[in-house]
T-cell receptor, first 115, second 114 residues
Framework: GENVEQHPSTLSVQEGDSAVIKCTYS??????FPWYKQELGKRPQLIID?????GEKKDQRIAVTLNKTAKHFSLHITETQPEDSAVYFC??????????????FGQGTILTVHP | DTGVSQNPRHKITKRGQNVTFRCDPI?????LYWYRQTLGQGPEFLTY????????KSRLLSDRFSAERPKGSFSTLEIQRTEQGDSAMYLC????????????FGPGTRLTVL
């Protein structure tokens, strides 16, 4: 089955700096890669996702890049703000078509943005 | 609130008791997923429904766990003879279906087994 590794496990940055979180996956058939933000005691919330037919996607201060050959994808947050502090999870699935779409998650990254 | 809802939000039970959780997906979402999340870990897939059909179950789901989705709407997850190792957050998610696989999560049910 799919295995997703996420690094780093903790990340501390100063407000205004950039943050990068990296994930690798093992199943070459995976084609959908979402990122979720989870604040303490709350539900995971989708912040951005990317499909395998695209190499990069950007939404304001958040971007995701995908390298299918190397089987890794990364989350980039620019101009970080204290409210970006949370746990971030990457995930992979065989989304679309007749596949099941179950998500395999990474272990999570605790991001702390210091004012 | 038109998002995914789960009840109860918290459940404390004694070892050996049975518990049942409910998930109401977003209206018209065909796919419904159950995940389990322990402290400091990412959610782990438990089972998945396409309408009322349960199409996949994780090896994590022992015989004590059963899930249903009658009529393809809400779903229930039952744990029989609970064990302390069952203590976790149980998350439900839903998606529209084929080609629309973005999953939206509910707030979860936190289970504590004493």
């Amino acid at each position: 089955g799919e295995n997703v590794e996420q690094h780093p496990s903790t990340l501390s940055v100063q407000e205004g700096d950039s943050a990068v979180i990296k994930c690798t996956y093992s199943d070459s058939a995976s084609n959908y890669f979402p990122w979720y933000k989870q604040e303490l005691g709350k539900r995971p919330q989708l912040i951005i996702d990317i499909r395998s037919n695209v190499g990069e996607k950007k939404d304001q201060r958040i971007a995701v890049t995908l390298n299918k050959t190397a089987k890794h994808f990364s989350l980039h947050i620019t101009e970080t703000q204290p409210e970006d502090s949370a746990v971030y999870f990457c995930a992979a699935s065989r989304g679309g078509g007749t596949s099941y779409g179950k998500l395999t998650f990474g272990q999570g990254t605790i991001l702390t943005v210091h004012p | 609130d038109t998002g995914v809802s789960q009840n109860p939000r918290h459940k404390i039970t004694k070892r050996g008791q049975n518990v049942t959780f409910r998930c109401d997906p977003i209206s018209e979402h065909n796919r419904l997923y159950w995940y389990r999340q322990t402290l400091g870990q990412g959610p782990e897939f438990l089972t998945y429904f396409q309408n009322e059909a349960q199409l996949e179950k994780s090896r994590l789901l022992s015989d004590r766990f059963s899930a249903e989705r009658p009529k393809g709407s809400f779903s229930t997850l039952e744990i029989q003879r609970t064990e302390q190792g069952d203590s976790a957050m149980y998350l439900c998610a839903s998606s529209l279906g084929v080609g629309k696989d973005t999953q939206y999560f509910g707030p979860g049910t936190r289970l504590t087994v004493l």
